[in-house]
């Protein structure tokens, strides 16, 4: 009951495991695409932006009226001036307000030092993208004996990548301009890029050395089996070898090895 158990489980294992690494597989090459779920900028601004109109209208206006009367002789040279410089220190003082909002309201909507989530998930995206495309091109020179130049540039894909990767989660678009921190990234990047390149060599020839032992066992069973079993036959023929020990064998060898590529 409990081999039968587990032999169930491994089942459902084997059959959901390729569905949650093809999902993830999706997921990292389209990240860049979820941008489009998610707002460029704040609701706030276009109310921001309305007051702005709404203050520049207002001083225009009232700039109009100033010179109508002006010109009406409803005042004189010096109040116009005098209203004219009040109207300019008003109107300057309320602009500088609204521009120090808008200041407040990006600030609160960006993210990790980018102007929004909308941003950073795009750029982030691709990257991840990049990323992806590297390590895979990378496990295809492993697998095919690809020599070092084409490893090169795979690599170079990862480091990239990496590099990007800690400037996108650790560091904002102000940092990038300072020495120090192209340094420390580079240095980073490098460290996280020799140790993915050689995961993915270890994994690529664990995978190599499985596909080669699966491969082993279907030429046992298409090619060599029925050879084997073809000459049994013949000794059995000539009474060399008992018909029921023959059967016997050649049962116990087919439950053996359906258990051993059983799920696979």
């Known amino acids: 009951m409990a081999q039968s158990t587990l032999e169930t489980e491994g089942k459902i294992k084997n059959k959901i495991l390729p569905f949650i690494k093809g999902g993830l597989a999706f997921l990292l090459v389209t990240l860049s695409l979820f941008h489009v779920f998610f707002d460029n900028k704040s609701d706030k601004v276009p109310l921001n932006n309305k007051k702005y109109d709404e203050a520049i209208a207002n001083r225009d ?11 009406n002789r409803r005042t004189s040279i010096d109040e116009y001036y005098t209203l004219a410089k009040k109207l300019n220190k008003k ?10 909002e808008l200041g407040q309201i990006n600030k609160e909507y960006s993210f990790r030092g980018r102007s929004s989530f909308h941003f950073w998930i795009f750029v982030f995206g691709l990257v991840t993208a ?15 004996g690809s020599t070092y130049k084409f490893h090169f540039v795979s690599f170079t894909g990862i480091l990239v990548s990496m590099f990007w990767f800690i400037h996108l989660v650790f560091l904002t678009q102000k940092d990038f301009a300072q020495n120090k ?4 990234l580079l240095a980073c990047a490098i460290l996280c890029s020799a140790f993915t390149y ?9 995978d190599d050395i499985i596909y080669k032992q699966l491969s082993f066992l279907e030429r046992l069973r298409v090619i060599h ?15 060399l070898i008992a018909k029921d020990d023959l059967d016997e064998d050649i049962d116990n060898f087919q439950e053996d090895l359906k258990d051993v590529i059983k799920g696979v």
């Open 225 to 239: 089996y029925p050879r084997v079993v073809l000459k049994a036959k013949y000794a059995e023929k000539v009474g």
């Open 61 to 71: 206006n009232t700039r109009v009226k100033y010179l109508e009367d002006l010109k």
């Open 198 to 206: 050689f995961l993915v060599k270890y994994y690529t020839y664990k």
């Open 130 to 144: 990049l990323f992806f495309f590297s390590c895979k091109s990378l496990h295809d020179d492993f697998s095919r």
């Open 181 to 184: 921190y192209i340094i420390v």
């Open 91 to 100: 109107s300057k003082k309320e602009i500088n307000e609204i521009n120090a």
